[in-house]
């Protein structure tokens, strides 16, 4: 689900707690808001929970099974505080990415901005100057010249062979199977593997919290989430999770056929589920998890800020090299 629908459906549900946390019953409170589809569906009887996934509004699983059982619980008011809370929190948490990734982009974007300028305005005076010189320039420099015409004056088939060599290469980053092995290869990386692995783990221990507090059976709260992962193999581990459970198996010991969590998390589980404390451990781990995450980015952007400027600095210094290339062959010919 994208930030932007994220803030929407978090407007949405704060509109609805402030309404009907001030004993307006919830037809009218969905009037009030201008949800007329919302509000017809509820006039007729049927229970939030179902009009939510009919007009397909709103329709994450865990927000659809707190409302459900807010419902069943006589509790509604409570789950939408904790649908709020829920959502709030990822969206701090996507703040927390784009902030990490910024100020990296932007210099980027500085930099290749600095380099096409470069190319076609800074080269072609030199290029005159080298012309009116009469000296022989040397291959990387006329290199430099070349790309430097191209771009000022491209042809129109080379232009349009560009053109269609990289819509063609954006429509096959854009397919599935190349998205899936693009995220296998970027998984490759230490640090990325680790901030996916821990926001997985928060995933499901957030999630489960949430669920296990508000009175549903653990069986139908590891359901909910096999809909909020796209990862095949969380989801196998989920219902393997549920197969085992089902069959008498606890949850620690089911815990231990997957690789849903690192052992020591596993051992948190563990203990906690003997001692019957199990949703508080998972809130815990969750905001343990969550901290973790934050300073996973952090390193995340402290390292690519330098590579960045390496990058940058090795392009615009080879093109800096390849203009003065003719001036100190010059030197040396005095």
Same mark, same amino acid.
């Given at each position: 689900?994208?930030?932007k629908n994220?803030?929407?459906?978090?407007?949405?549900?704060?509109?609805?707690?402030?309404?009907?946390?001030?004993?307006?019953?919830?037809?009218?409170?969905?009037?009030?808001?201008d949800?007329?589809?919302?509000?017809?569906?509820?006039?007729?009887?049927?229970?939030?929970?179902?009009?939510?996934?009919?007009?397909?509004?709103?329709?994450?699983?865990?927000?659809?099974?707190?409302?459900k059982?807010?419902?069943?619980?006589?509790?509604?008011?409570?789950?939408?505080?904790?649908?709020?809370?829920?959502?709030?929190?990822?969206?701090?948490?996507?703040?927390?990415?784009?902030?990490?990734?910024?100020?990296?982009?932007?210099?980027?974007?500085?930099?290749?901005?600095?380099?096409i300028?470069?190319?076609?305005?800074?080269?072609?005076?030199?290029?005159?100057?080298?012309?009116?010189?009469?000296?022989?320039?040397?291959?990387?420099?006329?290199?430099l010249?070349?790309?430097?015409?191209f771009?000022?004056?491209p042809?129109p088939?080379?232009?349009?062979?560009?053109?269609?060599?990289?819509?063609?290469?954006?429509?096959?980053?854009?397919?599935?199977?190349?998205?899936?092995?693009?995220?296998k290869?970027?998984?490759?990386?230490?640090?990325?593997?680790?901030?996916?692995?821990?926001?997985?783990?928060?995933?499901?221990?957030?999630?489960?919290?949430?669920?296990?507090?508000?009175?549903?059976?653990?069986?139908?709260a *590891?359901?909910? /989430?096999? $809909?909020?992962?796209? =990862? !095949?193999?969380?989801?196998?581990? +989920?219902? @393997?999770?549920?197969?085992?459970?089902?069959?008498?198996?606890?949850?620690?010991?089911s815990?231990?056929?997957?690789?849903?969590?690192?052992?020591?998390?596993?051992?948190?589980?563990?203990?906690?589920?003997?001692?019957g404390?199990l949703?508080?451990?998972?809130?815990?781990?969750s905001?343990?998890?969550?901290?973790?995450?934050?300073?996973?980015?952090?390193?995340?952007?402290?390292?690519?800020?330098?590579?960045? *400027?390496?990058? /940058?600095? $090795?392009?615009?210094? =080879? !093109?800096?090299?390849?203009?003065? +290339?003719? @001036?100190f062959?010059?030197?040396?010919?005095?």
């Open positions: 689900m994208g930030i994220l803030k929407s459906e978090l407007i949405f549900y704060q509109k609805l707690y402030t309404l009907y946390s001030t004993n307006i019953n919830l037809a009218e409170a969905l009037q009030i808001m949800e007329i589809q919302l509000y017809k569906l509820i006039k007729d009887g049927i229970p939030l929970s179902n009009a939510i996934i009919i007009n397909n509004k709103h329709s994450d699983p865990v927000t659809i099974s707190l409302i059982n807010g419902e069943q619980s006589g509790s509604l008011e409570l789950a939408v505080q904790q649908i709020i809370q829920r959502l709030n929190f990822k969206i701090e948490l996507f703040n927390e990415f784009k902030r990490a990734i910024t100020y990296p982009l932007i210099t980027l974007s500085i930099g290749i901005i600095i380099s300028f470069m190319i076609i305005w800074v080269v072609p005076q030199f290029g005159n100057l080298f012309i009116q010189m009469g000296k022989s320039i040397p291959q990387y420099t006329k290199f010249l070349q790309i430097s015409d771009f000022r004056n042809h088939l080379i232009l349009i062979d560009t053109i269609f060599i990289v819509s063609g290469i954006v429509l096959l980053v854009t397919t599935k199977k190349v998205k899936e092995f693009l995220f290869l970027a998984l490759k990386v230490p640090l990325i593997y680790d901030i996916f692995s821990r926001k997985n783990s928060l995933l499901i221990t957030q999630n489960l919290a949430i669920l296990i507090k508000s009175g549903i059976q653990i069986t139908e *590891i359901k909910c /989430l096999q $809909g909020l992962t796209r =990862s !095949i193999s969380t989801q196998n581990d +989920l219902k @393997i999770l549920i197969n085992l459970i089902s069959k008498g198996e606890t949850i620690s010991s815990l231990e056929q997957t690789n849903l969590f690192n052992p020591k998390i596993k051992s948190l589980i563990a203990i906690a589920e003997h001692n404390t949703p508080d451990m998972l809130e815990s781990i905001k343990q998890l969550s901290m973790e995450i934050r300073a996973s980015m952090q390193t995340c952007q402290q390292l690519l800020e330098p590579t960045f *400027i390496v990058i /940058l600095g $090795g392009v615009i210094g =080879s !093109i800096m090299l390849g203009l003065y +290339l003719p @001036i062959n010059l030197g040396n010919a005095i």
